[in-house]
C-alpha cells in the first residue's frame, strides 16, 4: 500500500495510523530521509512516531555512502521480500517519484557514462553554478531541457553527462517496459488544496528553523558538496554562511523552493493513472479499499 504526496501534505501521520491499523510496518522512499546525518531539514519522522511502528530506509545509511535509485531498488525488494514474510500488507511511504519507479519495476536502464567526463562536469557545476549547467542542457540536449526538469542539478548533471557520454539525450533511455513484481500494489498519494498545502510547508520551514536547522546546517558546511546535501533546507543556508544571502532570505527561498518542490511532485504523481487522491485524514477510506482489495490485518 503506498501513501504517496507532495512534501508537508501529511504522508507521515498517515501512514502510521494506516500501519497501526494494519498491524504492519513502513518502508520509506523518501530520498533524503535515509542519511542519518540529515534530520531537520528533510523533516525525518520523530523518535516518537519511528517508535510507534517500524520504520525501514530512514537514518539507515551515511551521507557518504552512494545512494541512487538503482541502489533503492534493490534495498526496497531485499527489505520487501522479508517483510512479505511476517506481513500480508506493507506500507510504503515517500515523495520521492524515482524511488516509487524503483519499488514498481519501472526504473529505466541507464547508460555508462565516462568518469572524466563526470568529474568534469560536477568540478564545473561547482564553479559555475546552476546557470552554466542550464545553458549546457539548452545547447547540449535542448529535448530534456524542455522536459521541466531544470530546477534539480542533481537530474541536470545526469542529463548532462549523458548526453556527452552518448550523444544521445537521457531521455531517449525511458522508453522500456516494466519489470513484473511478485506483489500487488494499491496507490493513494494525499490531496491538500493548494493555499492549505502553501501554508503547511510555510509552518513547517518556520518550525524546522525553530528547531535548529541552522545549527544542523552548519555542521554539515564542510560536506556540502556531498550529493545528498543538494537538497533544498540546506543549499539555502550554505549560500547564507558564505555571506550570499541574509538568514531571513535563506528562509524565505527555503520556503520558495519548498513550494516549487511540491508542485513537481504533485506533477509526478498526476501521471501516474493508478493514484487514487485522498485527503489526508480520510484513513477509513483506504483501509475500506484495502479490505476490499481482499486483505485484512496482519
Not at 536502464?109 to 568529474?119: F, K, L
Not at 564545473?124 to 545547447?139: C, F, R, T, V
Given at each position: 500500500m503506498v501513501i504517496a504526496g507532495p512534501t508537508a501534505s501529511g504522508k507521515t501521520q498517515c501512514s502510521i495510523a494506516l500501519a497501526q491499523h494494519f498491524s504492519t510496518e513502513i518502508l520509506s522512499f523518501d530520498s533524503r530521509q535515509c542519511f542519518k546525518e540529515l534530520c531537520i531539514g528533510v523533516a525525518r519522522p520523530d523518535e516518537a512516531q519511528l517508535a510507534a511502528v517500524p520504520h525501514h530506509f530512514i537514518a539507515s545509511h551515511s551521507m557518504h555512502e552512494p545512494m541512487h535509485a538503482g541502489l533503492y531498488e534493490q534495498f526496497a525488494l531485499q527489505k520487501l521480500t522479508d517483510l512479505f514474510t511476517r506481513h500480508r500488507l506493507v506500507i510504503a511511504t515517500g515523495g520521492t517519484g524515482l524511488y516509487l519507479n524503483a519499488i514498481l519495476?519501472?526504473?529505466?536502464?541507464?547508460?555508462?557514462?565516462?568518469?572524466?567526463?563526470?568529474?568534469?562536469?560536477?568540478?564545473?557545476?561547482?564553479?559555475?553554478?546552476?546557470?552554466?549547467?542550464?545553458?549546457?542542457?539548452?545547447?547540449?540536449?535542448?529535448?530534456?531541457?524542455s522536459s521541466g526538469e531544470m530546477q534539480n542539478p542533481h537530474r541536470m548533471l545526469r542529463a548532462l553527462e549523458v548526453i556527452r557520454s552518448t550523444g544521445r539525450s537521457i531521455l531517449s533511455f525511458r522508453h522500456v517496459a516494466n519489470e513484473a513484481r511478485n506483489f500487488d500494489v494499491l496507490i493513494f498519494s494525499m490531496y491538500v488544496p493548494k493555499p492549505q498545502l502553501h501554508a503547511q510547508i510555510n509552518s513547517r520551514v518556520e518550525l524546522m528553523m525553530a528547531k535548529g536547522l541552522e545549527h544542523e546546517a552548519r555542521s554539515l558546511y564542510a560536506y556540502r558538496h556531498l550529493q545528498a546535501l543538494q537538497t533544498v533546507g540546506y543549499t539555502e543556508l550554505f549560500d547564507h554562511f558564505e555571506s550570499k544571502i541574509s538568514l531571513k532570505e535563506a528562509q524565505e527561498q527555503i520556503k520558495v523552493h519548498t513550494r516549487q518542490y511540491a508542485k513537481r511532485q504533485l506533477t509526478w504523481f498526476r501521471k501516474m493513472e493508478e493514484v487514487i487522491w485522498l485527503e489526508p485524514h480520510a484513513t477509513s477510506q483506504m483501509v475500506n479499499s484495502i479490505e476490499a482489495f481482499g486483505l485484512s490485518t496482519g
Open positions: 519495476g519501472r526504473l529505466h536502464p541507464m547508460p555508462d557514462v565516462d568518469e572524466a567526463i563526470r568529474t568534469e562536469a560536477r568540478s564545473s557545476y561547482q564553479e559555475k553554478g546552476i546557470d552554466w549547467l542550464a545553458n549546457e542542457l539548452n545547447m547540449l540536449d535542448p529535448l530534456y531541457a
